[in-house]
């Protein structure tokens, strides 16, 4: 069993920033990527970005040159920056990890509310 544990996320104004990060504990045997998500009422969840072990990164259209995803695997620690943040980025952020075993398991966090509003 792996537990993530997102942290970080708040009311900020437009064009602010925020960083959010997301802890790995338990099982965290064979992680492999791990990543952002989003969800806003009545809405899909959605990638926001992603990074693997090897640290290739893949982003959302919508937060390309704004958002950077980065990885401290030593720490099984994940954070996400986000810059020039608009009210349309604001929604529960989740934090994602894969894990072989030598099945694909997916864990997932409980979530952080970010709030984007003046």
């Known amino acids: 069993q792996v537990q993530l544990v997102e942290s970080g996320g708040e009311l900020v104004q437009p064009g602010g920033s925020l960083r959010l990060s997301c802890a790995a504990s338990g099982s965290i045997f064979n992680i492999d990527s791990m990543g952002w998500y989003r969800q806003t009422p009545g809405k899909p969840r959605e990638l926001v970005a992603a990074i693997t072990s090897g640290g290739s990164t893949n982003y959302a259209d919508s937060v390309k040159g704004r958002f950077t995803i980065s990885r401290d695997n030593a720490k099984n620690t994940v954070y996400l920056q986000m810059n020039s943040l608009k009210p349309e980025d604001s929604a529960v952020y989740y934090c994602?990890?894969?894990?072989?075993?030598?099945?694909?398991?997916?864990?997932w966090g409980q979530g952080t509310q970010v709030t984007v509003s003046s």
């Open positions: 994602k990890a894969d894990r072989w075993t030598p099945l694909w398991l997916e864990y």
